[in-house]
């Protein structure tokens, strides 16, 4: 009998807490508006890299929220996980005529790219419209948004350890460009 009491004050309980969230009037009280400004007041910057779009609502990048603590080294410094003889080196210095370093250190760029695109989305949330990765001399990740987003270029240092410590510059571009791939289309041939 306790067991059937407290299971129907626990589903009475929460059918007030949603009959609660449901309440579509426009009044506050002051002891809510107090709680939300103290809420305000308790984020910290890690609570703010956690919402998203809080920057990016705002219009520009906040890049602090993407930075590492991992200090850039040299290309040449690093130890790549393609030998520079590797056929996908060769394929890709061939294809994009550039050298083998570049080759190396594209490839593994290009492997690693979605940690700086991740952290990129957390703040871009529904601005973002698409994005490409740039081949050759002059690797970079452009993303497309939104035209609420300003404008703006961020060189990304690796935190994980397949490319740590390498560069990769950002590019933001606000022209609401989509993706030109169509996956319809590919889908059906």
């Not at 929460?14 to 007041?41: E, F, I, R, Y």
């Not at 393609?82 to 190396?104: H, L, P, R």
Request: hydrophobic share 35%.
């Amino acid at each position: 009998m306790s067991k059937r009491l407290i299971s129907t004050a626990m589903i009475l309980a929460s059918s007030l807490a949603v009959l609660a969230g449901c309440d579509n009037s426009a009044s506050t009280t002051d002891a809510q508006s107090a709680q939300v400004a103290s809420t305000t007041k308790q984020n910290t910057s890690d609570d703010q890299a956690v919402a998203t779009g809080n920057t990016a609502a705002a219009g520009a990048m906040d890049w602090s929220l993407m930075a590492s603590d991992v200090t850039p080294i040299d290309r040449a410094d690093f130890d790549y996980p393609f030998e520079s003889d590797s056929q996908n080196v060769k394929d890709y210095a061939d294809y994009f005529d550039v050298d083998t370093a570049t080759a190396q250190y594209n490839l593994t760029v290009g492997m690693a790219s979605n940690e700086a695109l991740s952290k990129a989305l957390d703040q871009l949330s529904n601005n973002y419209t698409s994005h490409e990765l740039t081949d050759g001399e002059d690797i970079k990740l452009i993303i497309h948004t939104t035209p609420d987003i300003q404008a703006g270029r961020y060189d990304y240092v690796f935190e994980e350890d397949y490319a740590k410590g390498l560069t990769l510059p950002i590019v933001i571009v606000p022209d609401g460009k989509k993706s030109e791939v169509d996956v319809h289309s590919e889908a059906g041939e």
